[in-house]
């Protein structure tokens, strides 16, 4: 059984910045991110699911038009970590954001989706 667990959301003004943190929780086992494309989604309230940044399993990455030249993905294979840098904050990128294995091209209306890929549970990111 695989858990994603996300970490560094909070409250920042625009402008600001956060790091939000992707990684296995403690009954995991057996699970490398870099063994699996890894990518991160958010979820307004309203709003459908939206595909933020994600990473192919051979260290292909790519941003969604909106956050490009503002987030960074990355990854520390020895901390088995996927990170999600934020800078120049805007309102708009205030939502929940899911870290997901193994659902690069997913497309759909909610996150987490019913079934498809490993999810985390989301962490809140608030732009005032």
């Known amino acids: 059984h695989v858990q994603l667990v996300e970490s560094g959301g909070g409250s920042v003004q625009a402008g600001g910045s956060l790091r939000l943190s992707c990684t296995t929780s403690?009954?995991?086992?057996?699970?490398?991110?870099?063994?699996?494309?890894m990518a991160w989604f958010r979820q307004a309230p309203g709003s459908a699911c939206e595909f933020v940044s994600g990473?192919?399993?051979?260290?292909?990455?790519s941003y969604a038009d909106s956050v490009k030249g503002r987030f960074t993905l990355s990854v520390d294979n020895a901390a088995n970590t996927v990170y999600l840098q934020m800078n120049s904050l805007k309102p708009e990128d205030t939502a929940v954001y899911y870290c997901?294995?193994?659902?690069?091209?997913?497309?759909?209306?909610?996150?987490?989706?019913?079934?498809?890929?490993?999810w985390g549970q989301g962490t809140q990111v608030t732009v005032s």
């Open positions: 997901a294995a193994g659902a690069l091209g997913y497309i759909g209306a909610k996150c987490p989706p019913d079934f498809g890929g490993y």
């Open positions: 403690k009954t995991t086992s057996k699970f490398a991110v870099r063994d699996n494309d």
């Open positions: 990473i192919s399993t051979i260290g292909t990455t």
